[in-house]
């Protein structure tokens, strides 16, 4: 039998091409097409990690499995990790009779719970060259039409240290489109060191527990003065989260709130856009969030964001004057569902609403026409 032909010795600038090209598939069907080599493994393994979920199942095994393998894989994501991908689909659903012999998997048992997470946040404080974290918490089932009434599964506990903890990133995308969440009996869903006066009355998290869903927005308002980049996407959302600390200066350059949840329901349109937050007496309040009142929270703050640091432009053929410098202006936009039916993007600094043209418009139901989320939603071309 003949084995595979060699990797042809290519310069690694033109390996790293070809690995870019590659879909994020290609070594996740199959694993050991990492270890063709070692040198092909130094080129492929730091454009694989980026495209890594790292799923409840991934980290248990991260944060419990000891093996030199195990290690060797910790050392390289310490020394070169920039981006973490975190990505949970609910609770995992236990088998309806399970044998007398039935041995769990101690993966299954033990993940998404909020210990391995808070030890996997404890774990990336070592990644120094972490910059990005990315934390979705979706629909359980991806492949069907999403469950409005589901339990909700996340808790505060493990969302907080990615909020708090993790002080040497500065761009987080949180994609909370499949759980509010839940507060803690003790009532540590507080936001604690970081409340203020300025929202003492807002706070309606010290009353909650575990089963209920807390004011998450409380947890938001910090992050506006310590990151530059923030993306949002919750069920759950209200002007609050774009109101920054009293005292604190604005950091973020670069702010997206998506109001849209994505295709939940063809019949009932409110069920794909945020709604208000949930309240203490009003927890069975589902009116949807005022996309009125979020484009004037949003018009309000960034005011406050910091604006481009001007660079002189005399010697550099453009005449005197200053210029902003590439790439360091400040961008706020929502993304929301129009009464047409189709996905637009709202920006803050022109007041210009355009339709995203990579998202398929939904045909309405007549009810609904003109009524979703909030009009009047013009579209400026």
């Not at 010795?9 to 070692?38: N, T, Y």
Request: proline share 9%; net charge negative.
């Amino acid at each position: 039998m003949v084995g595979p032909a060699p990797i042809p010795h290519l310069p690694s600038e033109i390996w790293l091409m070809v690995l870019e090209c590659l879909p994020p598939s290609f070594f996740q069907q199959d694993i050991g097409r990492l270890a063709v080599s070692k040198r092909w493994y130094s080129l492929a393994f730091p454009a694989f990690y980026p495209r890594i979920e790292f799923t409840p199942r991934v980290i248990s095994r991260l944060v419990h499995r000891k093996s030199p393998a195990m290690d060797e894989t910790r050392a390289m994501l310490r020394k070169s990790l920039r981006c973490v991908d975190i990505v949970l689909d609910g609770l995992p659903e236990q088998p309806p009779a399970l044998p007398d012999e039935y041995e769990p998997d101690t993966d299954l048992v033990c993940f998404n719970t909020p210990a391995n997470l808070v030890r996997f946040s404890v774990m990336l404080l070592e990644y120094r060259e972490l910059k990005t974290v990315r934390f979705a918490a979706r629909w359980p089932n991806r492949a069907w039409p999403a469950d409005p009434l589901q339990t909700d599964y996340l808790n505060i506990r493990s969302l907080q240290p990615y909020l708090s903890v993790l002080t040497h990133i500065t761009s987080l995308d949180l994609d909370l489109c499949g759980t509010d969440i839940l507060g803690e009996d003790d009532g540590a869903a507080a936001a604690g060191d970081d409340d203020d006066s300025d929202n003492s009355d807002d706070n309606d998290n010290d009353n909650t527990d575990a089963s209920s869903p807390i004011h998450f927005c409380n947890f938001i308002r910090p992050l506006l003065s310590r990151l530059t980049t923030l993306r949002l996407r919750m069920r759950s959302i209200c002007a609050l989260a774009l109101q920054p600390l009293a005292g604190r200066p604005v950091t973020v350059r670069n702010l997206s709130l998506s109001l849209y949840l994505g295709r939940v329901s063809e019949n009932n349109p409110k069920l794909n856009a945020s709604r208000m937050c949930p309240r203490l007496g009003l927890r069975g309040f589902t009116r949807n969030v005022s996309l009125l009142e979020m484009q004037s929270a949003m018009r309000e703050l960034i005011e406050d964001m910091p604006v481009a640091t001007p660079v002189s432009t005399r010697g550099m053929g453009t005449g005197p004057g200053i210029a902003p410098g590439p790439g360091r202006g400040r961008r706020a936009e929502i993304v929301h569902l129009a009464p047409s039916g189709e996905v637009h993007v709202w920006d803050a600094a022109t007041d210009v609403c355009v339709r995203d043209v990579s998202v398929e418009p939904m045909r309405l139901p007549l009810c609904f026409e003109a009524k979703l989320p909030d009009t009047p939603c013009f579209l400026y071309m």
